[in-house]
C-alpha cells in the first residue's frame, strides 16, 4: 500500500525521511499499488529476520570485546562502539515490522514513535564516525607506526567516542522535534510521521546526510585506505615486529569498510537523485515512482550492514575468533562449575 502524503509513513526510504512529496508533484502522479502490496508484504518479514540476527549476533559481538582479558585496544574501543550503534539499530526494527503489518497504523505511543527514529538515525551517523574513526586508527598504526598521538590510546578513544554518540544525537535532533503520531485521513490510520514545517527541510536533510553522513567520511576512508594498502605493500614495514600485528586487525577493518561501501553507497546515490526529483530535474510520473521503489530497496541492503559485520569479525578476523573461544570457553566451564556446585548442594 503507498501512502500518497507528504507526511510520509514509512521509515524504509531512509531512517529519518518522509516517504514522497506526491501531493506536491504538479504531474499528479497516479499510485502504483501492485508494487507497493508486494513490497509491503515482505518489508515486516525481513525487518524481523534482520533484528534477530542482528540482535544476537551484535549482542554476541559485544560480549567478547566486553569479557575479554586483555585490555581493548583502540580499535577493539571502535569496533566495540560500532556493534552497540548496530545493536542499537536492529533493536528498533521490530516497531515498524509490526506497523507495516498493521497497515502502517503506530500503536506504540508518540514517544516511542520519536525515541525509536531518533535511534535509527543515531545509528546511521554513528556507524559512519566510528569507521571514520577505525580507518585513522588503522592509519597511524601502519603508516605513521612512530607517531604517538593520544587518538592511540583507549581512554582518549572512549572519550571520542562518547563525543561522536553526543553528534550523532545533534543531528537527529530534527527526528525528535519533528516526529510525531497523527492522523493521516488519506489511509485512514494513527500514523508515525515526518512533518517538517517546510519542503525545504527535507532537501536539507538529505543534503547533510549526503555530505556530512557520507562525503567526506569517504574522502577520509578513502584516503586513508590507499595509504594503508601502499603500506601493506611496504617490504620494510612487513617486517617490523610492531606493525606485523597491526596488520591482521588491519585487514578486518579493510573489509568491514568495504562492505559498508557497498552497502551503503546506493542508498546516498538514491537519496542525491531524490534531491534532484525535488527540483524537477528528472520530471515524470514513472521516475518517481522507481525512484520511490529504489529508495525502499537501497534502505533495506543499507540496514543488512548492521547485520553483515559481526559475520565479518568471525570470518576475517583471526584474533576475533581466537577472543571469542577464549570468553566463551570461559564462560562454559563457570556454568558447568556452577551445575556441579548445585548438583553437590542438592546431594548433601
Not at 507528504?6 to 508494487?35: H, I, M, Q, R, V
Not at 521490530?94 to 545509528?123: Q, R
Not at 546506493?266 to 537523485?273: A, G, I, M, N, S
Not at 543499507?302 to 547485520?307: I, K, R
Request: charged share 15%; aromatic share 14%; glycine share 4%.
Amino acid at each position: 500500500m503507498f501512502l500518497n502524503t507528504t507526511e510520509g509513513l514509512f521509515p524504509t526510504e531512509g531512517p529519518d525521511s518522509k516517504l514522497d512529496w506526491t501531493e506536491l508533484d504538479p504531474y499528479n502522479c497516479t499510485n502504483y499499488t501492485a508494487a507497493w502490496d508486494w513490497l509491503s508484504s515482505y518489508q515486516p518479514v525481513f525487518m524481523v529476520l534482520l533484528s534477530v540476527v542482528g540482535v544476537v549476533a551484535n549482542g554476541l559481538v559485544l560480549c567478547v570485546f566486553c569479557l575479554q582479558r586483555k585490555p581493548c585496544t583502540v580499535a577493539d574501543v571502535y569496533l566495540g562502539n560500532l556493534a552497540a550503534a548496530d545493536l542499537v539499530m536492529v533493536s528498533c526494527l521490530p516497531f515498524w515490522a509490526a506497523t507495516i503489518a498493521n497497515n502502517y497504523h503506530w500503536e506504540f505511543g508518540e514517544p516511542i514513535c520519536k525515541l525509536v527514529n531518533v535511534a535509527i538515525s543515531m545509528n546511521y551517523y554513528c556507524s559512519v564516525f566510528f569507521l571514520v574513526l577505525v580507518s585513522v586508527d588503522r592509519y597511524l598504526a601502519l603508516v605513521r607506526p612512530m607517531f604517538q598521538s593520544r587518538l592511540r590510546r583507549a581512554a582518549w578513544a572512549k572519550r571520542i567516542c562518547l563525543g561522536i554518540w553526543i553528534v550523532g544525537f545533534l543531528l537527529s535532533l530534527p527526528i525528535l522535534v519533528f516526529r510525531r503520531v497523527k492522523y493521516v485521513a488519506k489511509a485512514g490510520v494513527m500514523a508515525c510521521v515526518l512533518a517538517y514545517p517546510h519542503p525545504d527541510w527535507e532537501i536539507q536533510r538529505n543534503v547533510t546526510n549526503n555530505v556530512v553522513g557520507f562525503l567526506l567520511p569517504v574522502i577520509v576512508v578513502s584516503y586513508c585506505s590507499r595509504h594503508i594498502v601502499t603500506s601493506l605493500k611496504d617490504g620494510q614495514i612487513r617486517k617490523t615486529p610492531g606493525v606485523r600485528s597491526e596488520r591482521k586487525a588491519t585487514q578486518l577493518v579493510l573489509t568491514v569498510l568495504t562492505v559498508f561501501l557497498i552497502c551503503w553507497t546506493p542508498y546516498q546515490v538514491v537519496r542525491f537523485l531524490d534531491t534532484l526529483d525535488y527540483f524537477q530535474v528528472t520530471p515524470g510520473c514513472l521516475w518517481g515512482h522507481i525512484l520511490d521503489i529504489t529508495i525502499q530497496l537501497s534502505t533495506y541492503l543499507a540496514y543488512t550492514h548492521s547485520t553483515i559485520n559481526p559475520f565479518l569479525y568471525v570470518i576475517v578476523g583471526r584474533q576475533f575468533r581466537k577472543r571469542a573461544k577464549e570468553v566463551f570457553g570461559k564462560i562454559q566451564f563457570g556454568c558447568l562449575q556452577y551445575s556441579l556446585a548445585i548438583s553437590n548442594s542438592c546431594c548433601n
